[in-house]
C-alpha cells in the first residue's frame, strides 16, 4: 500500500481497507482512500480530475452504511476538528463545529457548557458531520431543530457554500445532503443551543428510566444519562456487534392509507401526526412478519431489537443486504409497505 503524506492537511491510500471503518465490520476495499485533516484542502483535492469526474464516497464513522461491494473510486474521511463558539448572548450559545467531530463527544461538550436540547441525541454514533444529512433523531428530537446552517462543499459549482437550515430541506431521517448524495460534502455545522429549554421526557421510556433513577426533576445531563442508559440496554454496542443501528425507517404513509391498515391490523402502532404523514412502527411490521432473530449465516435481525440488522462476525455485505431484502420482502407481503433503509447501502 502506499502512503503520500501531504503536509498535514491529506493523506491518500491505495487499495485500503475498510473493515475498521464501518460499523457492521464488513470487508470492502476503496480504490483510494483520502484522510483530511483540515477542510481546505478540499479546493486542491477537489481539482483533480479523479474528484472531478466521479464522486467520492464520503464517509464519516462509518455508522450508517452497508458496503455490498468495493468502492472503484475515492473514498473521502473527514477528520476535521474543532468546536467554535460564534457567539454567546446568555441565552443561546451559537457554535461551528467541524465535520469530523465525534456526535457524541459535542453533546457532552454542550452539556458540560450549559446548552439544553442535544441531551436526547445522546450516543448517537457518527460524526456531526453526519447529524445533518439523515437529520439524526432520538427521543423526539432532531437535530434539524438546532441547526443554523450547513457549510458544505458543492460539486456542481465547485465551491464552498453556506446553506440555510431551510435550503438543508430537512424532513423525517432526510436532507437535501441525502436526497443529492453525490453533489455534497458537509464540511462543518453551525447550531445555536438555547441554555433554556422544556426537556423532552414523554417518549419511548425516557420517563421511566428517569424514575428508575429516582430523579423527579431532571436536569438535562440526566435526560443524557437516562438515553445512555436506555440506549446500552436496547441497541447491541458495535464494538462487540457489528450493526449500523436502525436498518429501516418507519415508514410515513398518507393519513387515510395508514388508518385502513391499522384497522386491519389490531395493535399495528401509528402516530397520526409526524411531519403531516401517518408514522407506524417499523419494528413491529418486522416482527409481525417473522423478521425478529431471523438468520443466515451470520447476517442477522437482532433478537433484542428488529429494526438492528448484526454481523455476527463474518458476514459479507451482500448477506447482510440479502437478509435484509427477504425481511422487506415479507413485510410488503403482509402488509403491502415497503420499507427503506436507513442507511445508505453501496
Ligand atoms: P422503542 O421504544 O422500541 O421504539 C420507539 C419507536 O416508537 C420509535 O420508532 C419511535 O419513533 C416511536 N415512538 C415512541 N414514542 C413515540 C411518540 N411519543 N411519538 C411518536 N413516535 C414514538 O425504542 P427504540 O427503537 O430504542 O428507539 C428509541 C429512540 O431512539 C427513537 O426515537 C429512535 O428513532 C431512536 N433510535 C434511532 C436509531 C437509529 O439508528 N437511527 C437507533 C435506535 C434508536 P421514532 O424513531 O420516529 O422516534
Same mark, same amino acid.
Given at each position: 500500500m502506499n502512503n503520500h503524506a501531504h503536509g498535514a492537511a491529506y493523506t491518500i491510500a491505495e487499495n485500503a481497507s475498510l473493515r475498521t471503518r464501518n460499523s457492521f465490520g464488513v470487508e470492502a476495499r476503496a480504490a483510494l482512500l483520502v484522510e483530511v485533516?483540515?477542510?481546505?484542502?478540499l479546493a486542491e483535492l477537489m481539482a483533480f480530475a479523479r474528484f472531478r469526474t466521479q464522486a467520492p464516497l464520503v464517509l464519516g464513522a462509518g455508522s450508517n452504511i452497508l458496503f455490498t461491494r468495493d468502492w472503484p473510486g475515492v473514498v473521502l474521511s473527514l477528520d476535521t476538528r474543532g468546536i467554535e463558539?460564534?457567539?454567546?448572548?446568555?441565552a443561546r450559545l451559537q457554535l461551528r463545529v467541524a465535520a469530523g467531530e465525534r456526535w457524541h463527544d459535542f453533546v457532552l461538550w454542550s452539556l458540560a457548557k450549559?446548552?439544553?436540547?442535544?441531551e436526547n441525541l445522546?450516543?448517537?454514533?457518527?460524526t456531526v458531520g453526519a447529524a445533518?444529512?439523515?437529520?439524526i433523531g432520538a427521543y423526539g428530537v432532531e437535530v434539524a431543530e438546532f441547526i443554523v446552517a450547513v457549510e458544505a462543499w458543492d460539486r456542481d459549482t465547485g465551491r464552498l457554500v453556506t446553506l440555510t437550515a431551510a435550503q438543508c430541506a430537512f424532513g423525517y431521517r432526510d436532507s437535501l445532503f441525502k436526497r443529492e448524495v453525490e453533489r455534497w460534502i458537509v464540511v462543518a455545522v453551525r447550531l445555536a443551543l438555547p441554555r433554556q429549554r422544556v426537556l423532552r421526557t414523554?417518549?419511548?421510556g425516557v420517563g421511566e428510566e428517569l424514575a428508575a433513577m429516582g430523579?423527579?426533576?431532571?436536569s438535562a445531563a440526566q435526560v443524557a444519562e437516562a438515553v445512555m442508559r436506555l440506549r446500552t440496554r436496547k441497541l447491541p454496542d458495535p464494538a462487540v456487534l457489528g450493526n449500523a443501528g436502525s436498518f429501516f425507517k418507519n415508514p410515513l404513509l398518507a393519513t387515510d392509507a395508514a388508518r385502513a391498515l391499522c384497522a386491519r391490523h389490531p395493535?399495528? =402502532?401509528?402516530? =397520526?401526526?409526524h411531519h403531516g404523514l401517518a408514522k407506524l412502527s417499523a419494528a413491529w411490521l418486522v416482527e409481525q412478519a417473522g423478521g425478529k432473530g431471523l438468520r443466515e449465516g451470520d447476517a442477522a435481525v437482532s433478537q433484542q431489537h428488529a429494526l438492528v440488522l448484526v454481523n455476527h462476525?463474518?458476514?459479507?455485505g451482500a448477506q447482510l443486504w440479502a437478509l435484509a431484502e427477504r425481511v422487506r420482502a415479507a413485510v410488503q407481503a403482509r402488509f403491502g409497505v415497503v420499507l427503506e433503509p436507513e442507511p445508505r447501502i453501496v
Open positions: 485533516r483540515r477542510a481546505e484542502a463558539v460564534l457567539d454567546d448572548d446568555g450549559g446548552c439544553r436540547g442535544l445522546a450516543l448517537i454514533p457518527g445533518p444529512i439523515q437529520n414523554d417518549y419511548a430523579v423527579r426533576d431532571p395493535g399495528l =402502532p401509528c402516530w =397520526p401526526d462476525g463474518n458476514a459479507s
